[in-house]
């Protein structure tokens, strides 16, 4: 998976996304300091940085200002004005997120900065079954499998993020959008028919009065 450095001065916060970020497979490093972070990010090679404005011995703002050309970033943040975030969206970050927020957000939206910017896994394997995201092609046993698009939109959401529970208003909201109308039931169906395409029915689990996980 992905290398992220966490530049996040409060160390429970740093702490509970390092966490998150390698249930999922990510690798990290740890940053609790503006300089800190800069050196990390001029002797490793990460594929994202989540970035603290408010970081002791220079802030995120001049962080991201010396961090190397192209390497993304996401503000994460207790800065909420409209100035802030155009501030930090004009120094080219990819994604403002303001704290209180949900990890499952995070994990999400990093997942899309990920992909947008050609950093993602292109290609993840669960036991026989192979999803090229680039050839948006799934694959059981080297035999490919057909799929509606709600379904592989599913399936990528679940398979990237391995181990995360996911509410159905969860998956609801990130497959079909929070614009969509229908009930909850619309994801029990699709989980069906993708636990029966690809016999994930050890593999999908059902999560009592919550929603479901994908374990490998």
Not at 18 to 33: D, E, I, M, P, Y
Not at 162 to 178: C, D, H, P, T
């Amino acid at each position: 998976m992905a290398h992220i450095l966490i530049a996040e001065d409060e160390t429970a916060i740093n702490n509970l996304i390092r966490s998150n970020l390698k249930l999922v497979g990510h690798s990290c490093a740890q940053a609790f300091t503006g300089p800190e972070a800069l050196e990390l990010a001029q002797n490793q090679a990460f594929d994202l940085v989540l970035l603290d404005v408010m970081l002791p011995g220079l802030d995120g703002f001049a962080v991201k200002a010396k961090l190397p050309a192209g390497l993304p970033v996401i503000f994460v943040t207790a800065k909420t004005s409209l100035s802030d975030k155009l501030q930090g969206l004009g120094l080219g970050a990819e994604d403002y997120i303001v704290k209180p927020f949900e990890v499952l957000e995070l994990l999400v939206r990093m997942e899309k900065v990920l992909e947008r910017t050609g950093r993602g896994k292109e290609i993840i394997e669960i036991r026989d079954v192979r999803i090229d995201r680039k050839e948006h092609q799934v694959m059981k046993a080297g035999i490919p499998v057909a799929l509606k698009p709600m379904e592989y939109e599913l399936l990528v959401l679940l398979a990237a993020n391995k181990n995360v529970a996911f509410s159905r208003e969860q998956l609801l909201n990130q497959v079909w959008g929070s614009d969509y109308m229908g009930e909850t039931r619309t994801v029990d169906v699709h989980i069906g028919r993708l636990r029966k395409k690809l016999d994930f029915f050890e593999v999908i689990r059902t999560i009592p009065k919550t929603g479901y996980r994908l374990e490998d």
